[in-house]
């Protein structure tokens, strides 16, 4: 399809936890619908209830929140509070926790390089 609406109803949910050795606190479930998986890009929309782990992004991604708030804590003292209606990119390299405080929604498009 050369055009589509990025909702849920456009692919499958993959459910997921955080590998226990990442996990922080809380018992966080991911569900992502990941919309377009062609030659290293990505994007959908994920969702995570609350809950935090560690993350390490090899990635460049484009994240806007469509609903809930969390905290995002780099290693190097950057600090991200988001909900509804922020966007924001995390690039390559980045590395610290990710701590969902209230269900949270976001849409999402990943390069690798």
């Not at 949910?13 to 919309?35: A, C, F, I, S, Y």
């Amino acid at each position: 399809m050369l055009l589509e609406a990025l909702t849920p109803a456009a692919a499958e949910p993959e459910v997921t936890r955080p590998d226990p050795e990442k996990l922080v606190e809380g018992d966080p479930v991911h569900t992502t619908w990941n919309v377009e998986d062609d030659n290293g890009l990505y994007c959908g929309i994920w969702q995570s209830t609350p809950g935090a782990w560690r993350a390490v992004y090899e990635e460049w991604e484009y994240c806007r929140i469509l609903t809930g708030r969390a905290v995002i804590e780099g290693d190097d003292g950057s600090r991200l509070e988001v909900g509804p209606g922020d966007a924001f990119v995390l690039r390559p390299g980045f590395s610290g926790i990710w701590r969902v405080l209230e269900t949270l929604r976001k849409d999402y498009v990943i390069l690798y390089r």
